[in-house]
């Protein structure tokens, strides 16, 4: 009965790959959300889709790319990963009538 | 877009000590304000929330926080913490017109026994 999953829990790859990271939730939430948690704690939003829409996109380099193939799910892919990509990135999920946001249980990423 | 700031990094109390956290935030419109908290190697969870209504808001684990429009400050406060409360808090800042959701860069707690 998890509300917001992420897979995988860990990703350990080379530079140079292309990998994805997967968000699902099953709160019937209309907004989902991908965060960029870096070694300091600072957590930075990078996308956020509403009814399959792109709302915010912060400046975040275009080898990032959400993907929405329905309201309950949320994928991130990622092209040609650098070392600066290591991070633990953070899914999320709210309705536009409640704005809290309820976050997955995080995917760290480590490129070597 | 709005920003938000925590004023202090790392806290470091002993077990029975009271919290106080600082949040400040800069925006002309109308908000919600939350307060998350990471407990380690774990996801944010919601400690609590304010929308509208009484300033003085409380949240699970004995938190409150109080929102005073004209400092723009939504303080969180614990009379009395326990080494669990050893987390990262932040703050949160939802500008209502837009959905745009901004965190705080984060205070680290530490709970000495």
């Known amino acids: 009965d998890t509300a917001v999953s992420q897979t995988p829990k860990y990703l350990v790859t080379q530079m140079g790959n292309d990998k994805s990271i997967k968000c699902e939730q099953n709160l019937g939430h209309d907004t989902m959300y991908w965060y960029k948690q870096d070694s300091k704690k600072f957590l930075k939003i990078m996308f956020s889709y509403n009814n399959k829409e792109l709302i915010i996109n912060e400046t975040v380099p275009n080898r990032f790319s959400p993907k929405s193939p329905d309201k309950a799910h949320l994928n991130l892919h990622i092209n040609s990963l650098e070392l600066g990509d290591s991070a633990v990135y953070f899914c999320?999920?709210?309705?536009?009538?409640?704005?809290?946001?309820?976050f997955g249980p995080g995917t760290r990423l480590t490129v070597t | 877009a709005q920003s938000v700031s925590q004023h202090n990094h790392h806290v470091i109390l002993s077990e029975a000590a009271s919290l106080e956290l600082g949040c400040n935030y800069s925006y002309g419109g109308t908000v919600n304000l939350f307060w998350y908290v990471q407990y380690p190697g774990q996801h944010l969870q919601l400690l609590l929330k304010y929308f509208s209504g009484d300033p003085l808001v409380k949240g699970i684990k004995g938190f409150e926080a109080e929102f005073i429009k004209s400092k723009f400050s939504f303080n969180l406060r614990k009379p009395s913490v326990q080494w669990s409360d050893t987390a990262e808090y932040f703050c949160?800042?939802?500008?209502?017109?837009?959905?745009?959701?901004?965190f705080g860069a984060g205070t680290r707690l530490t709970v000495k026994p």
């Open positions: 999320a999920s709210s309705s536009r009538g409640r704005r809290e946001q309820y």
């Open positions: 949160a800042v939802n500008a209502k017109e837009n959905n745009d959701m901004r």
